[in-house]
């Protein structure tokens, strides 16, 4: 399973643009990326997953190179409720089937005002 | 779709008893599930995995005699805290997964607080 190297904390203000960048140097060829949010005292919440290139859904855009050794979250104009643990998580095929999924520490994202 | 519940939410028990938590799959069958303990301000830590049918694969450390995890059914995966110690007061999160599931990703459980006194 790849590693994956997020900065521990984060700061933003209400309305601006959050990008939380994840390394994954040794991601393999079947690897996708997963992020995922979690609040306190709940369990994780899916974001968004992506291979390559670009994805972007309803609440989150997600940049991986073309060398995909590195991927970014980006959170539009967040807002307090976004508040939260950040987890970034490389593995194979996470649509479905057995694979374990080994979090790192993540980033702690804080909004203020 | 793809909800997981998980029961209790919290728990508080006396030092020595045993306390159940139970991971359900609401409207999906789950093949495969993981269990999670997380300490505050840690990140989650694999304990188990549980596949229905089968013996759990236990990470290392986790002793498989004190975390007790059953995977009876599709939808049903329960974890017995065994002669619980004020050090397993912890939160424990359930995770399930399906072969072939129409949605990206794993969907996890809302977690067990548990106090052991």
């Known amino acids: 399973l790849a590693k994956t190297t997020q900065p521990i904390s984060m700061d933003s203000y209400e309305g601006q643009e959050v990008n939380i960048t994840c390394s994954h140097n040794?991601?393999?060829?079947?690897?996708?990326i997963t992020w995922y949010q979690q609040f306190p005292s709940q369990g994780p919440r899916f974001i968004i997953q992506?291979?390559?290139t670009k994805v972007t859904n309803e609440v989150a855009s997600l940049f991986i190179p073309a060398d995909r050794k590195s991927s970014t979250l980006s959170l539009p104009r967040v807002s307090l409720s976004d508040t939260a643990v950040y987890y970034c998580l490389v593995g194979e095929g996470f649509s479905g089937g057995y694979n374990k999924l080994i979090f790192g520490a993540g980033t702690r994202l804080a909004v203020h005002p | 779709g793809a909800v997981v519940s998980q029961h209790p939410s919290r728990v508080i028990c006396k030092s020595g008893t045993s306390v159940k938590i139970e991971c359900r799959s609401l409207?999906?069958?789950?093949?495969?599930m993981f269990w999670y303990r997380q300490f505050p301000k840690q990140s989650l830590m694999l304990m188990a995995t549980s596949n229905e049918g089968s013996k759990a694969t236990y990470e290392q450390g986790v002793e498989k005699d004190k975390f007790l995890i059953n995977h009876a059914s599709l939808t049903l995966s329960t974890l017995t805290v065994t002669s619980a110690h004020p050090e397993d007061s912890s939160f424990y999160i359930c995770?399930?997964?399906?072969?072939?599931?129409?949605?990206?990703?794993?969907?996890f459980g809302s977690g067990t607080r548990l106090t052991v006194v």
């Open positions: 995770s399930a997964s399906s072969e072939g599931a129409r949605f990206y990703g794993y969907t």
């Open positions: 409207d999906f069958q789950a093949t495969t």
């Open positions: 992506g291979y390559k």
């Open positions: 040794n991601i393999a060829t079947n690897d996708y």
